[in-house]
T-cell receptor
Framework: EDKVVQSPLSLVVHEGDTVTLNCSYE??????LLWYKQEKKAPTFLFML????IEKKSGRLSSILDKKELFSILNITATQTGDSAIYLC???????????FGAGTRLFVKA | AAGVIQSPRHLIKEKRETATLKCYPI?????VYWYQQGPGQDPQFLIS???????DKGSIPDRFSAQQFSDYHSELNMSSLELGDSALYFC???????????FGDGTRLSIL
């Protein structure tokens, strides 16, 4: 059965810390892995990773995919209170239409 | 920029009633996905449509059905509602195969 597992489930850090969120996946006919940030409402898209070993970067956030070991990490440097959210990763199959979400990592950044 | 529009934002129904949720994708997006997110849970994939045809199916109960119309909007029809159907229902859209999905704000369905 397809599954996506995230760790840790929750994390509390202080502003300025660097965090690494983990996502491992088992998705039949895997195509891509996506990272989302969910605050109070809808998940907002962060990254889509399709190729192994290529880092994607957006400001203080970066992510990389390892298709051999079937995992991805999301790094956030110099964390801010506004980074407090649930971070979801999801695997998409080759057909592109079925998305399996992990349970998310709840990040809380203290001022 | 235009986003995914879902309606209604909130819906209260009683057991055994029916409900219809609507989703209007971002313009030029041809793929729509439906998710159910219970309290404290991750979104569970229900069903997706590509170019008005059902493309994949997840954990959607038989009591639910959905379709995508010629203008690419989609509707999720839910019948014989149960207490356990209370959840936040998200619609997402993408432009093409396997592209990033952009989520609407969701419809919060409460069953009394």
């Amino acid at each position: 059965e397809d599954k996506v597992v995230q760790s840790p489930l929750s994390l509390v850090v202080h502003e300025g810390d660097t965090v690494t969120l983990n996502c491992s996946y088992e998705v039949t006919n895997f195509r891509s892995l996506l990272w989302y940030k969910q605050e109070k409402k809808a998940p907002t898209f962060l990254f889509m990773l399709t190729s192994s070993g290529i880092e994607k970067k957006s400001g203080r956030l970066s992510s990389i995919l390892d298709k051999k070991e079937l995992f991805s990490i999301l790094n956030i440097t110099a964390t801010q209170t506004g980074d407090s959210a649930i971070y979801l990763c999801a695997g998409i199959n080759t057909g592109g239409f079925k998305t399996i979400f992990g349970a998310g990592t709840r990040l809380f950044v203290k001022a | 920029a235009a986003g995914v529009i879902q309606s209604p934002r909130h819906l209260i129904k009683e057991k055994r009633e029916t409900a219809t949720l609507k989703c209007y994708p971002i313009p030029r997006h041809d793929t729509v996905y439906w998710y159910q997110q219970g309290p404290g849970q991750d979104p569970q994939f229900l069903i997706s449509f590509y170019e008005k045809m059902q493309s994949d199916k997840g954990s959607i109960p038989d009591r639910f059905s959905a379709q995508q119309f010629s203008d690419y909007h989609s509707e999720l029809n839910m019948s014989s509602l149960e207490l356990g159907d209370s959840a936040l229902y998200f619609c997402a859209s993408s432009r093409g195969l396997g592209q990033p999905q952009h989520f609407g704000d969701g419809t919060r369905l409460s069953i009394l």
